[in-house]
T-cell receptor, first 112, second 112 residues
Framework: AQSVTQLDSQVPVFEEAPVELRCNYS??????LFWYVQYPNQGLQLLLKYLSGSTLVKGINGFEAEFNKSQTSFHLRKPSVHISDTAEYFC??????????FGTGTRLQVFP | ETGVTQSPTHLIKTRGQQVTLRCSSQSGHNTVSWYQQALGQGPQFIFQYYREEENGRGNFPPRFSGLQFPNYSSELNVNALELDDSALYLC???????????FGSGTRLTVV
């Protein structure tokens, strides 16, 4: 069965610092991987996705993620964060795109 | 292109009542999924509809049911509401094969 573990429930960081949000998954088959962002009182917005091909995936708002099959990880990174990046971030996995299994989320708090 | 729209945005119901939530899919999307997001948790997959048929279901009881209409809009119905049904309900649409779902802003259901 698929599962997703987001290792950090909260990540505090100062503005313009780099950040990494960690995500590990388990699955017995090939998977598709996603990162979503959720701003307060809003739905989920797709940041980026890995379907196949290059293991380094670039998304919106300067975010990128690297798929590591041997470590079953899909960590999200940004070299320099902004106050507006403060939000909840969810990693998700899908087998054959029928449903998404989400992690419990990481709260990114950017301080001035 | 239009996004995914959900109605109502907020709803308060009494335990034991029934509720219907509505979703209008993004133009060109023929698959719709519903998720339940309890406070402080990641979204949990309820079910998915494709061509008006249920096409996968998560670990939710039968009192959670759905419909998809020929125009790809959708409803989520919940009977015999329980306090634990209080959550944000998210609708997501995609084209066949997924590759990334577009989420609506959700309906916040409070059961008292």
């Amino acid at each position: 069965a698929q599962s997703v573990t987001q290792l950090d429930s909260q990540v505090p960081v100062f503005e313009e610092a780099p950040v990494e949000l960690r995500c590990n998954y388990s699955s017995s088959v090939s998977v598709y991987l996603f990162w979503y962002v959720q701003y307060p009182n809003q739905g989920l917005q797709l940041l980026l996705k890995y379907l196949s091909g290059s293991t380094l995936v670039k998304g919106i708002n300067g975010f990128e993620a690297e798929f590591n099959k041997s470590q079953t990880s899909f960590h999200l990174r940004k070299p320099s964060v902004h106050i507006s990046d403060t939000a909840e971030y969810f990693c998700a996995v899908s087998e054959y795109t029928d449903k998404l299994i989400f992690g419990t989320g990481t709260r990114l708090q950017v301080f001035p | 292109e239009t996004g995914v729209t959900q109605s109502p945005t907020h709803l308060i119901k009494t335990r034991g009542q029934q509720v219907t939530l509505r979703c209008s899919s993004q133009s060109g999307h023929n698959t719709v999924s519903w998720y339940q997001q309890a406070l402080g948790q990641g979204p949990q997959f309820i079910f998915q509809y494709y061509r008006e048929e249920e096409n996968g279901r998560g670990n939710f009881p039968p009192r959670f049911s759905g419909l998809q209409f020929p125009n790809y809009s959708s409803e989520l119905n919940v009977n015999a509401l329980e306090l634990d049904d209080s959550a944000l309900y998210l609708c997501a649409s995609s084209t066949t094969g997924g590759y990334g779902y577009t989420f609506g802003s959700g309906t916040r259901l409070t059961v008292v």
